[in-house]
């Protein structure tokens, strides 16, 4: 089973960017989707961002239009860009695989600390 570990999490003022990585041990081409996951202080984690290995891209409607979610192959690597980052975006992100139900399996990593604040 394929393991994530992530990485690029910072702290941030509002209205900057960031790029998340999410590290994977085997191949990501064989995972049918990875999700980006947030969890921010005292709230459920929720998914924010999935891309297919079709390439097919979801995002949460409270992060469409400055987050995107991009992979290379070659380095079995998921990355979130995000931008024009709010108060709100605070929270530790995760990745994690989903089946073709987009329903997440396999251990949480340790996730990356994001927090936006002036």
């Known amino acids: 089973q394929v393991q994530f570990v992530e990485s690029g999490g910072d702290l941030v003022q509002p209205g900057g960017s960031l790029r998340l990585s999410c590290a994977a041990s085997g191949s990501i081409y064989s995972i049918y989707a990875v999700g980006w996951y947030r969890q921010a202080p005292g709230k459920q984690r929720e998914l924010v961002a999935s891309?297919?290995?079709?390439?097919?891209?979801d995002y949460a409607d409270s992060v469409k239009g400055r987050f995107t979610i991009s992979r290379d192959n070659a380095k079995n690597t998921v990355y979130l860009q995000m931008n024009s980052l709010k108060l709100e975006d605070t929270a530790v992100y995760y990745c994690?695989?989903?089946?073709?139900?987009?329903?997440?399996?396999?251990?949480w990593g340790q996730g990356t600390q994001v927090t936006v604040s002036s």
């Open positions: 891309l297919t290995r079709g390439g097919s891209t």
């Open positions: 994690s695989a989903l089946t073709n139900r987009f329903v997440r399996y396999g251990n």
